[in-house]
């Protein structure tokens, strides 16, 4: 099978990647949508797993009546976000207040294992804790 690559040139390094099949514009336009549930005391599903340079859509869905919030401080702050999404991740973490959902646009950052909690008092030690993995 015949792979097609893509050639960059970045302060004199060049780099090699297979190239996508959208252009970065269309990846906005058509994310993925992936549904976590936050309840008491769990996300669903705990482990999410990511394409690097991929773009999806994070809708978090707060099943509880108390908020809960999505913690990812690494995973956020190497992610692309859409512009219009940026004021919903604050210092790391997305508010998700109780039966409601915030929807957050994003480009998966580099490949590795990031780890995801709630703070709110005691949810994490209760085992409301999980992890994206970016392959």
């Not at 906005?28 to 549904?35: A, C, E, G």
């Not at 809960?68 to 790391?92: C, L, M, P, W, Y």
């Not at 646009?105 to 590795?112: E, K, M, R």
Request: glycine share 8%; aromatic share 8%.
């Amino acid at each position: 099978m015949l792979r097609r690559y893509l050639v960059v040139m970045a302060g004199g390094l060049m780099m090699i990647a297979p190239a996508s099949a959208q252009s970065p514009a269309d990846m906005w336009t058509s994310p993925q949508t992936l549904t976590v549930k936050l309840s008491s005391f769990e996300y669903d599903p705990s482990t999410i797993t990511l394409t690097h340079g991929a773009a999806y859509t994070l809708h978090l869905e707060n099943m509880s009546s108390g908020g809960h919030d999505f913690q990812a401080k690494e995973f956020f702050a190497q992610a692309q976000i859409a512009s219009t999404d940026r004021n919903k991740v604050v210092k790391g973490k997305v508010a998700v207040p109780g039966k409601q959902s915030v929807d957050v646009t994003l480009i998966a950052p580099t490949v590795g294992t990031y780890q995801v909690h709630c703070t709110h008092f005691m949810h994490s030690a209760f085992g409301m804790t999980g992890r994206i993995v970016v392959q």
